[in-house]
């Protein structure tokens, strides 16, 4: 267990990421919690985008073929 404390260290230093130097616990640590609203922005988004992308889709070749 130390050796890969001592890998990480070592490899933290040299500015590359391998997967020794970077694991999930690390990355996520200093993380904010996620807040409904923020979940609720998101799909709202995504419910947007798809009907933004329908109606491009229908609009673009009806005005080709005109």
Same mark, same amino acid.
């Given at each position: 267990? !130390? %050796?890969v404390?001592e890998?990480k @260290?070592? !490899?933290?230093?040299?500015?590359?990421? $391998?997967? &020794? &130097?970077? %694991? &999930? @616990?690390?990355?996520?640590?200093? &993380?904010e +919690?996620?807040? +409904? *609203? @923020? $979940?609720?922005l998101?799909v709202?988004?995504?419910? *947007?985008?798809? *009907?933004a992308l329908?109606?491009?889709?229908?609009?673009v +070749?009806?005005?080709?073929?005109?």
């Amino acid at each position: 267990m !130390a %050796e890969v404390e001592e890998k990480k @260290e070592q !490899a933290s230093g040299t500015g590359t990421l $391998t997967g &020794a &130097a970077l %694991e &999930a @616990e690390d990355v996520l640590a200093g &993380a904010e +919690p996620w807040a +409904p *609203i @923020e $979940t609720k922005l998101v799909v709202w988004s995504f419910v *947007i985008a798809i *009907i933004a992308l329908v109606i491009g889709l229908f609009l673009v +070749p009806t005005s080709v073929l005109h």
